[in-house]
């Protein structure tokens, strides 16, 4: 159940409409996870700075269970997040930093439980 929480210098007007779709779209498919499980916010017009400039830039937030666990596999997520993002935002490679943590299933509240019990 990978949770995205995307953070941009850029304007709402800078955002393409279906961002947050496509953006779980490519997170279910370079995690390999179902489509359904991923969830996504993406706030825009934020005052950030990265490396001392206030250029337009973003960070992901990716926490997730049993994926996000590791240097190899953090370094093709990342690889294949830089590419979509860079892409569908027009940003600069050094405009953009992506954050891992993986979880554990006792830290995902659902149903009235933890996905430990589910």
């Not at 969830?39 to 830039?57: D, H, K």
């Amino acid at each position: 159940m990978p949770f995205l929480d995307f953070d941009t210098s850029l304007s709402q007007q800078c955002i393409p409409e279906d961002f947050a779709e496509k953006l779980c779209s490519a997170a279910a498919s370079i995690l390999g996870k179902p489509k359904d499980r991923v969830n996504a916010t993406v706030r825009s017009g934020l005052s950030m700075v990265i490396g001392g400039s206030s250029a337009p830039c973003a960070q992901l937030i990716i926490s997730s269970i049993g994926v996000v666990g590791t240097a190899e596999q953090n370094k093709e997520h990342s690889a294949k997040f830089f590419e979509f993002v860079i892409k569908e935002l027009n940003l600069e490679r050094d405009r953009f930093l992506i954050r891992f943590h993986p979880l554990e299933p006792w830290q995902i509240g659902k149903k009235g439980t933890v996905m430990t019990y589910l």
